[in-house]
């Protein structure tokens, strides 16, 4: 009986050593990748290096005849406070776009790297991700669900235009 446990570790031992070995190498290239980022990140000249999700700026409204006829003029009415700072925030946000897509179409000395292919993708998201700001018209029924809604992308052009005829009236 004690041999065949004896047996039985000494074939796990292989397969522990393989898990470890492999939890060794992922760790490494996370940290690897990292590196990477952060070189990058320099190199652009961001101060930090973010995950940016686009916005969904949500308007809950009455009935599903309003979300379909729902404008951005109409966005504009109902938060007329507001489009100071979204003009900001999208503006900003397409700063960030712009750094990196400068980057991204430059000829730098990482491309060359193995694992640039990562930093790319998630540079190539962030730009897309900056450059959407949404708003969702929704409409919730009673029982709470949701039983209408769309997205109206908003640009820094759609706002300078709110803005200027907001004033104009």
Avoid at 11 to 37: C, E, H, Q, S, Y
Avoid at 40 to 54: N, Q, S, T
């Amino acid at each position: 009986m004690e041999d065949a446990n004896l047996g039985l570790i000494i074939g796990a031992i292989p397969i522990f050593g393989v898990a470890i070995f492999t939890v060794i190498v992922i760790m490494l290239r996370k940290k690897t990748i990292d590196m990477l980022r952060e070189k990058i990140r320099k190199y652009i000249g961001l101060d930090e290096y973010k995950y940016v999700e686009p916005v969904y700026r949500e308007v809950y409204l009455n009935n599903e005849r309003e979300v379909n006829e729902y404008t951005l003029e109409k966005f504009a009415k109902d938060c007329a406070d507001s489009l100071p700072r979204i003009k900001t925030e999208i503006k900003n946000r397409l700063q960030y776009a712009d750094k990196i897509n400068s980057f991204l179409s430059s000829d730098h000395p990482y491309k060359a790297d193995a694992l640039y292919r990562y930093i790319f993708s998630e540079l190539q998201r962030n730009v897309f991700n900056a450059t959407h700001y949404y708003i969702v018209p929704k409409y919730i029924s009673p029982n709470g669900k949701i039983t209408s809604e769309r997205n109206i992308l908003l640009t820094e052009g759609d706002i300078d235009r709110l803005i200027f005829n907001l004033n104009k009236v």
